[in-house]
């Protein structure tokens, strides 16, 4: 019955990466050839600490030990201590939980947020703009400020170290998606709904054959942005579930002790750290887009 | 049905949920922290009780807690001038050099790696024998020089807030890069018609246009600064005695390895007076200079 056609919408024309002028001129040799090497020192403060890292990672602890941080690997396929800090920090397990709540929060996340974006940004009522002050305020409160309340609140639930505990503290919708979502919703001509009720279809049906589908990209870039931040999130496991170990919280094993064995430690890292660079190589288009409209609005 | 009922069902229906975790898990513990706050609660007994303000003077009149914010301030500092830092590499990157999309999706991508794996990173960075730093300098026979990052010294504190600068400023650029290319390009191009020079420029049309971002930048990134943890935990777990414990570290320290909760709440309501203080300040500020 709806053979309406859905209209494209333009990517938001502000997000950086698709901009390819530029503002500002340096037309004079030497200024120009100075800000290359500025640019050149930040680059190498970037690589630097990782490359380091990656050097190491390849030696053994003795050979470490013998030749040092620079001298480059014996065998640069020598994976032992990948394959160690694998097994000792648990980092199967870790990555499946963090996976676990990947796959349980964020499907919800985004049907709580587009929800949400959908009723505030297509209904007039009452309380509209009471429930944005309520939804907008919490971006003002420190989460860390209020960790021994939300501890408290997840032990009296029975929530501690339980998947739900993650999972629930992950789904809770913030102003941020929710302002991503709206400003998707407002491009969509109402004229589509309005022809979409006359041929008798409920606002439910409108809200998924309408709306979501409209708001693929905004869903795309909330998808990575969560991922990353899941996966990225110390804190929530380490507080609320410390018994499962995620992909952050098992990197921490290595605290302590086993700090000695640089190498190893390096491995763990370069582990841990591989799969968001992956991710960042090919979606950075979206993650910088998606960080700065959160940021904007 | 009529279709303002009907309007009324999908509205409830569609924020039923959300609203009741957002009460649950956003609103309802605040109360609960301003609740633990007044008590002496240990975290364990059944039930709280209030006592006043009692771990409030304690708090502000405790040396070892002040010295966590003074700690903290150390990462304040440093948020300040990754702006600055974050600014001028959003201007540099917009402008004629070549492969700039590159070197700015270089300069983004520390944001993206794991906080963990970026503090242990640095822990052998900072590591006063092993430090690939401190090799360096041997190397070149400045022996004498060698780093002690990790300290007595107050400098401990901004070692560790350095990590989250080179985590975030790529943030930073990038926020300040969507606001520079929002600015009209005719604007710039009557001024240059009108004779006015690079500073010119920056001083009459690119200030006073990202001064809202700027506003906005610096709240999220002092905002952070305040809750700044990981670093610490990390890599000093607050120590020598004491000397890197930021505010949380602190917080977090007197609950669940001294069973204090009531002080451990006290010391997030100041931590987050502060920063309401902060927002307010910024949003009157911002409000009086669009006038």
Redesign the interface.
């Given at each position: 019955m709806m053979n309406m056609r859905i209209i494209p919408i333009r990517k938001n024309k502000?997000?950086?990466?698709s901009?390819?002028?530029?503002?500002?001129?340096?037309s004079n040799p030497i200024g120009?050839f100075f800000?290359?090497l500025?640019?050149a020192f930040?680059?190498l403060?970037?690589?630097a600490?990782?490359a380091?890292?990656l050097n190491i990672s390849l030696k053994e602890n003795s050979e470490y030990m013998a030749k040092?941080?620079?001298a480059l690997p014996e065998n640069i396929f020598n994976f032992s201590n990948f394959i160690n800090a694998y097994k000792l920090g648990g980092f199967g397990e870790g990555f499946m939980n963090t996976f676990l709540l990947v796959f349980f929060s964020v499907p919800i996340a985004i049907v709580?947020?587009t929800?949400?974006a959908?009723?505030l940004g297509r209904?007039d009522?009452k309380l509209k703009k009471l429930?944005f002050a309520?939804?907008l305020?919490?971006t003002?409160?420190?989460?860390?400020?209020?960790?021994?309340?939300?501890?408290?609140?997840i032990k009296n639930l029975g929530l501690y170290n339980s998947f739900l505990a993650g999972i629930?503290?992950y789904?809770?919708?913030d102003i941020m998606q929710i302002y991503i979502f709206l400003q998707f919703i407002n491009q969509i001509p109402i004229a589509l709904d309005e022809s979409a009720r006359i041929d008798g279809a409920?606002?439910?049906k409108i809200?998924y054959s309408i709306i979501l589908p409209q708001l693929k990209p905004a869903i795309a870039t909330t998808v990575i942005l969560k991922l990353?931040g899941i996966?990225?999130d110390?804190?929530t496991p380490y507080m609320y579930m410390p018994k499962i170990k995620t992909?952050?919280?098992s990197?921490?094993t290595?605290?302590g002790d086993r700090?000695a064995d640089?190498p190893l430690?390096?491995a763990?890292?370069?582990l841990?750290?591989i799969p968001?660079?992956l991710?960042?190589i090919f979606l950075?288009n979206y993650?910088?887009s998606g960080?700065?409209d959160g940021?904007?609005k | 049905m009529k279709s303002k009922m009907?309007?009324?069902i999908?509205?409830t229906g569609?924020?039923l949920?959300?609203?009741i975790?957002?009460i649950?898990?956003?609103?309802?513990?605040?109360?609960?922290?301003f609740q633990?706050s007044l008590s002496n609660w240990n975290?364990m007994s059944p039930d709280i009780k209030i006592i006043g303000f009692d771990n409030y003077k304690e708090v502000l009149s405790g040396k070892e807690y002040l010295s966590s914010i003074w700690n903290n301030m150390a990462y304040v500092i440093t948020a300040i001038v990754q702006q600055f830092v974050g600014l001028f590499?959003a201007?540099?990157?917009?402008?004629?050099?070549k492969l700039?999309?590159t070197?700015?999706?270089?300069?983004?991508?520390?944001?993206?790696?794991?906080?963990?794996?970026?503090a242990?990173?640095?822990?052998?960075?900072y590591d006063f024998t092993?430090s690939?730093i401190n090799?360096i300098l041997k190397v070149i026979g400045l022996e004498e020089h060698v780093i002690r990052f990790i300290s007595l010294d107050y400098s401990s504190n901004f070692a560790l807030s350095f990590i989250s600068f080179?985590k975030y400023v790529g943030?930073t650029m990038?926020?300040f890069?969507?606001?520079?290319?929002?600015?009209s390009?005719e604007v710039?191009e009557a001024a240059r018609v009108d004779g006015a020079g690079?500073f010119s420029?920056i001083r009459h049309i690119t200030f006073p246009n990202i001064k809202n971002?700027f506003q906005?930048?610096i709240l999220?990134s002092i905002?952070g600064s305040?809750?700044a943890?990981?670093e610490p935990f990390?890599i000093t777990k607050g120590g020598p005695n004491g000397r890197t414990a930021t505010v949380?570290v602190k917080?977090?320290e007197l609950?669940f390895q001294y069973n204090k909760?009531g002080k451990?709440?006290a010391l997030?309501?100041i931590?987050?007076f502060i920063?309401?203080a902060i927002?307010v300040i910024q949003r009157t500020f911002l409000k009086e200079s669009d006038k």
């Open positions: 502000n997000s950086v990466s901009e390819n002028t530029s503002t500002f001129t340096i120009k800000c290359y500025l640019i930040l680059i403060l970037v690589f600490p990782l380091i890292i040092g941080v620079y709580f947020g929800m949400v959908y009723a209904f009522f429930l309520a939804f305020f919490p003002f409160v420190p989460t860390m400020t209020v960790t021994i309340a939300t501890f408290t609140l629930i503290l789904i809770g919708t409920s606002r439910l809200y990353l996966y990225n110390f804190f992909a952050a919280t990197l921490n290595f605290a700090m640089w430690m390096s763990a890292i370069i841990i750290a968001t660079i991710i960042y950075q993650i910088i960080v700065t940021a904007v | 009907k309007d009324k999908t509205v569609f924020l949920i959300p609203v975790l957002l649950l898990f956003s609103y309802y513990p605040l109360y609960k922290l633990i975290g590499l201007i540099l990157l917009d402008s004629n050099l700039k999309k070197f700015r999706a270089i300069i983004f991508m520390p944001y993206i790696i794991n906080g963990v794996a970026v242990f990173m640095f822990n052998y960075m092993n690939p090799m080179w943030f990038v926020i890069l969507a606001a520079l290319q929002s600015i390009r710039y690079f420029l971002m906005i930048s999220l905002n305040l809750q943890y990981l990390v949380i917080s977090l609950a909760f451990a709440a997030g309501v931590l987050l920063i309401l927002v």
